[in-house]
């Protein structure tokens, strides 16, 4: 199971992340789901063309995200509008964002992404107060993990719940519920 790395002490601002030549249009990603209740933010890379599609994150039916985090959590996502899951992370301490805000890229693989704007720490900072865990969901949104650590978060590297990467869905869950010490105890969910 993976363990949290340690905070650094000084914070660097992110930089734009300029990578070969223009591949696809101009993309902008989803705004971040994150409020001063926020203990434990995921980080991916950049939203799918599914997620983009539907302006929600984790969106493809295939992606393990959501599964993953109803059995983390306790809670039944599957049945549950969009709207209802993003009120229940955030009733746990769980916000939701992406190491990548703006990039070219034609389709959704993580390898097509091409000059890259990275999200800014100190926006994060202001928002979520109580933040204790960044967590990066696969190795592309990783790559800004020592960033995020040098802010002085502690940092965990997940396994990518992205149907791409075809690891078995137990060992995903298993190294996902290392976020669950870090969790705030939700109240009962209310249904109208």
């Not at 434990?40 to 983009?52: I, K, N, Y």
């Amino acid at each position: 199971m993976p363990q949290p790395r340690a905070a650094g002490t000084g914070a660097k601002r992110a930089r734009p992340e300029h990578v070969r030549s223009s591949t696809g249009p101009r993309k902008h990603g989803l705004p971040p789901v994150l409020d001063e209740r926020t203990r434990v933010l995921v980080l991916g890379s950049f939203p799918g063309e599914a997620s983009l599609a539907a302006s929600q994150y984790y969106a493809h039916p295939r992606n393990h995200f959501w599964p993953i985090l109803a059995a983390v959590l306790g809670e039944d996502f599957a049945t549950k509008p969009y709207r209802t899951r993003l009120a229940r992370l955030r009733a746990h301490g769980v916000g939701l964002w992406d190491t990548i805000v703006a990039c070219e890229r034609r389709g959704s693989l993580d390898g097509a992404i091409r000059n890259a704007e990275r999200g800014d720490v100190a926006r994060v900072r202001h928002a979520a107060h109580r933040l204790e865990l960044v967590c990066f969901n696969g190795k592309t949104a990783a790559r800004a993990e020592p960033v995020w650590r040098e802010a002085g978060y502690a940092t965990l590297v997940l396994p990518s719940t992205s149907p791409a990467y075809t690891r078995p869905f137990a060992e995903k869950l298993a190294a996902w519920r290392a976020i669950a010490a870090h969790l705030a105890p939700a109240p009962p969910t209310k249904e109208p």
